[in-house]
């Protein structure tokens, strides 16, 4: 049980196998060392075990939020979904902004624990501080967005708004996509890792939250006060957040597309090449054969931007809804979706070969409505593309040419359907291509999934960053090129590789307690320790300092890891698709601007394990203890020891 602000001391705990619902509090100690919603539900994730088969009914689905949710500070309309991912076999945590997490709080929920499976498909409506499980069988086989319009008239009349949230999973997360994802009603997805696969596993077809809007009301109002003035303040003031002018306020996250392709850090065509423009070079014989500007936020907001929606309590509006007209087949398709977000775009876009803008919309509604990651699979398409040119699935008598839009937007539909041979195969992503096919050199994979659009060749925070994500290779865990494209806090040489293990743990330490809060990254773009702490004392009635803050935010890493750890992964996993590396056999150098820059990788996982603490990418029990994690079975290193070997 715990007292602290921010909370609402509730979680249920739903057993989908003989539909039981059991309600249980928040330990307050976890509470304290772990933060809340990414922090907590990993922490629920690992006390179910690292050993569980994450298509089984033993692994655990954690919808948590955590004591910002839902409140006044800004941005904190987030919520974070745990498991153990069937696409990487890590444990991981998906997060997805809108109104969802917030109505969760205001329901009367800290987190909802979905364990076993349900022998027919059902949907959770959550209400009041009630969990009632109901049929979903005339649900089941259809995309998200006519599962959120059949729920909201069941439900609501017809009358879907500020009341009702619907997380949903298509027929990617049905068919048991390893990347399918869970989409919200304003087409936000808790997109990496296979949360949708794992709840389509379960056959729980949707969540639904309905409630009024109760925000939690800090414990200490004037220190809270303080906190969010100067956050808004920073917010404001910033040149990327401050609302109707900052570049992520008028373009959204595609603001970055121009930037990345000037500093050749734009991956091309399967990462081939560091941007369109080297792509051009170097293939095109003297004509430019695609431009990223075409996709970029400028040419979206010009052309066909039509609404800039917002989530829960946030005055950036990074949102941007397109509508286009678009030719298919010989067949005009109107679409009108959310968002035309940069790694989404470019994923479909230039790293697949081409810069077709409309066709990429059509594509991103097609895999919300579909449920699955557009980040894996445009990767995974451009992947098959290089599969296609080298020969390698000549024995199907199929495959995919670079930059073929028209194919790509069946495809997507075949994947979730697992509806060919070909596309059954993408369906398992990845590393199920490459050991299939002798591929492993086409990959662009960590722990088996797929990077996003920054080049590791010269963005060395981010080479570091991939290779020691606890979910599989991502952005999101520690976000370096705020300072390397950004600067913020402060400007650093982007194709250096010293210093980028220390500034990467920071930023990874920093970004867990912001998931754990559960608010948006973006305000880190403007906000730093100081108004994390000052807004976090004042909701919770807490008093740490910003090195305890810090510390909690380790903490949740290093707990990941030591899940991680016992799941058999250890340094050797720290890995980038070879082409990237310094060394390797296999390496393509950048191009451009960039010219012949390559990952330093092992250079800089020395330096970040010596951050770290750890022993070859092993969390030792001496650091689990300094962290005051429970060590439990350990992971069988002490500092200085050698790494334990995995069971497998």
Same mark, same amino acid.
């Given at each position: ?79 974070? *979904?745990? $498991? ?97 994802? *869970? ?15 794992? !709840? ?59 930037? $990345? ?75 009108? $979706? ?24 059509? !594509? ?6 579909? +449920?699955?990651?557009? *980040? ?34 069946? !495809? ?115 906000? +730093? ?74 250079? !800089? ?44």
């Amino acid at each position: 049980m715990t007292d602290l602000g921010g909370f609402q001391d509730h979680v249920a705990r739903i057993d989908l196998g003989d539909g039981d619902v059991a309600y249980e509090g928040i330990d307050e100690e976890d509470a304290k060392k772990y933060i809340g919603a990414r922090g907590l539900g990993v922490k629920y994730v690992f006390d179910q075990g690292p050993d569980v088969d994450p298509l089984g009914p033993e692994n655990l689905l954690a919808f948590m939020n955590g004591p910002l949710t839902g409140t006044q500070v800004t941005m904190s309309g987030r919520i974070a *979904i745990c $498991t153990k991912s069937p696409l990487t076999g890590t444990v991981t945590d998906s997060h997805h902004g809108g109104w969802s997490g917030a109505r969760l709080k205001w329901s009367g929920f800290d987190g909802l624990l979905f364990e076993g499976q349900a022998d027919e498909p059902v949907y959770a409506l959550v209400e009041d501080g009630e969990v009632e499980l109901r049929d979903a069988s005339h649900l089941w086989g259809q995309g998200v967005h006519d599962t959120i319009d059949d729920l909201e008239d069941e439900i609501e009349g017809g009358s879907l708004g500020k009341n009702l949230s619907v997380m949903a999973i298509g027929q990617g997360g049905e068919n048991e996509v390893k990347y399918a994802c *869970i989409v919200n009603e304003d087409d936000r997805a808790s997109g990496r890792g296979g949360t949708g696969c794992v !709840m389509g596993n379960k056959n729980l077809k949707a969540v639904v939250v309905k409630s009024s809007t109760r925000m939690p009301k800090p414990k200490d109002q004037e220190t809270f006060q303080e906190g969010h003035k100067q956050a808004m303040q920073v917010i404001q003031e910033s040149d990327v957040t401050a609302p109707n002018e900052g570049g992520l306020s008028m373009y959204g996250t595609n603001v970055l597309m121009n930037p $990345t392709e000037e500093m050749d850090g734009l991956p091309t065509k399967n990462g081939k090449y560091s941007s369109t423009r080297a792509y051009s070079d170097a293939e095109g014989d003297g004509e430019r054969i695609i431009d990223s500007e075409n996709v970029s936020g400028e040419n979206v907001r010009e052309n066909i931007l039509v609404d800039e929606p917002t989530c829960h309590s946030c005055p950036v509006a990074c949102k941007k809804e397109v509508e286009v007209q678009a030719m298919h087949k010989g067949e005009e398709m109107n679409v009108r $979706t959310e968002s035309y977000e940069y790694e989404s775009a470019w994923a479909l876009g230039p790293n697949s070969g081409h810069v077709e803008r409309d066709k990429i919309a059509v !594509m991103l509604d097609r895999c919300n409505d579909l +449920g699955v990651d557009t *980040i894996d699979v445009g990767n995974t398409m451009a992947m098959t593309m290089e599969m296609t040119e080298e020969g390698k699935l000549d024995e199907l008598d199929d495959g995919l040419d670079w930059g073929d839009a028209e194919t790509m937007i069946d !495809m997507i539909e075949m994947i979730a359907h697992r509806e060919t041979e070909l596309a059954d195969h993408l369906a398992e992503g990845p590393d199920h291509l490459a050991e299939e096919f002798d591929a492993h050199t086409n990959s662009l994979a960590v722990k088996g999934q797929t990077m996003a659009a920054y080049d590791p060749r010269c963005m060395k925070g981010m080479a570091i960053g991939y290779a020691t994500s606890n979910r599989g290779a991502c952005h999101l865990r520690g976000y370096t090129p705020a300072a390397e494209i950004l600067g913020i806090p402060e400007k650093v040489d982007p194709r250096e590789w010293e210093g980028k293990g220390e500034l990467c743990a920071t930023f990874q330490d920093l970004h867990a307690i912001s998931d754990s809060f559960d608010i948006c990254k973006f305000n880190a773009f403007a906000e +730093g320790i100081e108004e994390y702490v000052l807004q976090y004392n004042g909701m919770t009635g807490l008093d740490v300092s910003e090195e305890e803050l810090m510390e909690a935010g380790e903490r949740v890493y290093n707990l990941e890891r030591y899940y991680n750890n016992l799941a058999g992964f250890d340094g050797s996993d720290d890995d980038l698709p070879n082409r990237f590396v310094e060394g390797d056999e296999h390496a393509m150098p950048a191009q451009g601007g960039s010219e012949g820059e390559l990952a330093e990788l092992s250079k !800089m996982k020395d330096e970040y394990y010596e951050v770290r603490g750890w022993e070859n990418g092993v969390v030792p029990d001496e650091k689990l203890d300094e962290l005051g994690i429970d060590i439990g079975p350990g992971t069988g290193v002490s500092s200085g020891g050698a790494a334990a070997p995995s069971d497998d």
